[in-house]
């Protein structure tokens, strides 16, 4: 196949779409509202699973890459109550799976497999409509425009793409989650430091929690989850971040001060991330010419499984137009046909798993999941 796939948004999904047609000698164009590769943080650490992730990997040729980058010991998990007492300490003895890696790292090897040109930078879009007969023109905001013959949207949540296939839009489910930052954190931080451990250290009660990875570097990766409403959150001033730092410590009160730094101490501004997901198995009728991947396709509450995911369907897709030259809808059908009903059971996880954090019964809910058994206990 010589035809050119048009690729919205590099993000890990779209470029592992890139590299696995690339193995298969079919070129692409990604095009990116990004000025650059290093314009933003790319977020933080993600755990690579065997099935998805790490497959995809392999589809790309990138295992060796992969391995390379991996953080040893960062699979390590503690569980803390509200006053930093250990619940559950599980530590990394090298067997785990899912081994984690900065999600920086990986967009750099995958960024680093494309010939060079592949990605196309400050590109934003500003609009999509269809041609007839499958084919598509992109507009960007700097009033060029593109036309492909086959159009892939992998450009997240709010996808300029995927008006062109339904009209579902993502809808805010009353949890947000703050990010912050502790560095060189076993110098000047080290009680926090402690309690978080190699890995990734939970302390959940019911509607909200603490949650913060180790990361390479000496740092502390934190998301602070709230179950909260759109107005209060939009009544907090983010734009100053001691004032935000203090609202939102505030819903902590009570909590080990060494739990609490990791909002009050924070050396970035705190972000609000407000979650938000699609219908639950969002699907939508064939469209010539035109798919979806990753968040644009099946936005869901954070779970562990987005970015595998991304990746995953990125590499599906590509070898499903490998295995059709010159039948773009044999291609796309045939990778939507599997998709939706790959996705669909992954809603119903997405949701669990963020009940066991927030829930009722959290934090003994998440700590049943890790130990294979009911934990009957009063939350302190």
Same mark, same amino acid.
Request: proline letters at 6%; aromatic letters at 6%.
């Given at each position: 196949m010589?035809?050119?796939?048009?690729?919205?948004?590099?993000?890990?999904?779209g470029?592992? *779409?890139?590299?696995?047609l690339?193995?298969?000698?079919?070129?692409?164009a990604?095009?990116?509202?990004?000025?650059?590769?290093?314009?933003?943080t790319?977020?933080?650490?993600?755990d690579?699973h065997?099935?998805?992730g790490?497959?995809?990997? @392999?589809?790309?040729?990138?295992t060796d890459?992969?391995? @390379?980058?991996i953080?040893e010991?960062?699979?390590?998990?503690?569980?803390?109550?509200?006053?930093?007492?250990?619940?559950?300490?599980?530590?990394d003895?090298? =067997?785990? @799976?899912?081994?984690?890696?900065?999600?920086?790292?990986?967009?750099?090897i995958?960024?680093?497999?494309?010939?060079d040109g592949?990605?196309?930078?400050?590109?934003?879009?500003?609009?999509?409509?269809?041609?007839g007969?499958?084919r598509?023109?992109?507009?960007?905001t700097?009033?060029s425009?593109?036309t492909?013959?086959?159009?892939?949207?992998?450009?997240? #949540?709010?996808?300029?793409?995927?008006?062109?296939?339904?009209?579902?839009?993502p809808?805010?489910i009353?949890?947000?989650?703050?990010?912050?930052?502790?560095?060189?954190?076993?110098r000047?931080h080290?009680?926090?430091?402690?309690?978080?451990?190699?890995?990734?250290? +939970? @302390?959940?009660?019911?509607?909200?929690?603490?949650?913060?990875?180790?990361?390479?570097?000496d740092?502390?990766?934190?998301?602070v989850?709230?179950?909260?409403?759109?107005?209060?959150v939009?009544?907090?001033?983010? =734009?100053?971040? #001691?004032?935000?730092?203090?609202?939102?410590?505030?819903?902590?009160?009570?909590?080990?001060?060494h739990? =609490?730094?990791?909002?009050?101490?924070?050396?970035?501004?705190?972000? #609000?991330?407000?979650?938000?997901t699609?219908? /639950?198995g969002?699907?939508?009728?064939?469209?010539?010419?035109?798919?979806? *991947?990753?968040?644009?396709?099946?936005?869901?509450?954070?779970?562990?499984?987005?970015?595998?995911? !991304?990746?995953? /369907?990125?590499?599906?897709?590509?070898?499903?137009?490998?295995?059709?030259?010159?039948?773009v809808?044999? !291609?796309?059908? #045939? +990778?939507?046909e599997?998709?939706f009903?790959?996705?669909?059971?992954? +809603?119903? /996880?997405?949701?669990?798993?963020?009940?066991?954090?927030l829930g /009722?019964?959290?934090? +003994?809910?998440?700590i049943? *999941?890790?130990?294979?058994g009911?934990?009957?206990?009063?939350?302190?």
């Amino acid at each position: 196949m010589n035809t050119t796939v048009t690729i919205i948004g590099a993000g890990l999904g779209g470029l592992t *779409l890139a590299r696995v047609l690339h193995v298969h000698g079919i070129p692409a164009a990604v095009y990116e509202a990004d000025p650059s590769a290093e314009s933003r943080t790319q977020g933080g650490q993600l755990d690579i699973h065997e099935d998805d992730g790490q497959r995809a990997l @392999a589809d790309a040729d990138l295992t060796d890459e992969f391995r @390379a980058i991996i953080h040893e010991g960062a699979e390590a998990v503690r569980m803390l109550d509200r006053h930093g007492e250990v619940l559950l300490d599980a530590p990394d003895d090298g =067997t785990a @799976a899912r081994p984690e890696v900065l999600r920086g790292d990986l967009r750099r090897i995958l960024l680093g497999s494309l010939p060079d040109g592949t990605v196309q930078w400050g590109r934003k879009v500003t609009g999509v409509r269809p041609l007839g007969a499958g084919r598509h023109e992109v507009t960007f905001t700097d009033g060029s425009t593109v036309t492909s013959e086959i159009l892939v949207g992998a450009d997240g #949540a709010w996808s300029k793409v995927r008006p062109l296939l339904s009209g579902a839009r993502p809808e805010y489910i009353g949890t947000t989650f703050v990010e912050t930052y502790l560095r060189d954190v076993d110098r000047r931080h080290p009680a926090t430091a402690a309690a978080v451990g190699d890995g990734a250290m +939970y @302390a959940l009660a019911p509607g909200k929690g603490i949650v913060a990875h180790r990361e390479a570097g000496d740092v502390l990766h934190t998301y602070v989850e709230l179950n909260r409403s759109a107005e209060w959150v939009a009544g907090i001033d983010f =734009t100053d971040p #001691a004032a935000a730092s203090a609202r939102v410590a505030a819903e902590f009160d009570g909590w080990a001060p060494h739990l =609490t730094a990791l909002i009050t101490d924070g050396e970035t501004a705190p972000v #609000a991330r407000m979650i938000h997901t699609l219908p /639950d198995g969002h699907r939508w009728d064939r469209v010539p010419g035109v798919t979806l *991947l990753g968040d644009a396709a099946h936005l869901m509450p954070p779970s562990g499984d987005g970015a595998n995911l !991304a990746m995953f /369907d990125g590499a599906e897709l590509g070898k499903a137009i490998a295995a059709h030259p010159g039948d773009v809808e044999a !291609a796309l059908t #045939a +990778y939507e046909e599997a998709l939706f009903p790959r996705s669909e059971g992954f +809603y119903a /996880d997405a949701h669990e798993i963020l009940d066991l954090c927030l829930g /009722d019964r959290a934090p +003994y809910g998440l700590i049943d *999941l890790f130990t294979g058994g009911p934990q009957e206990r009063e939350v302190a």
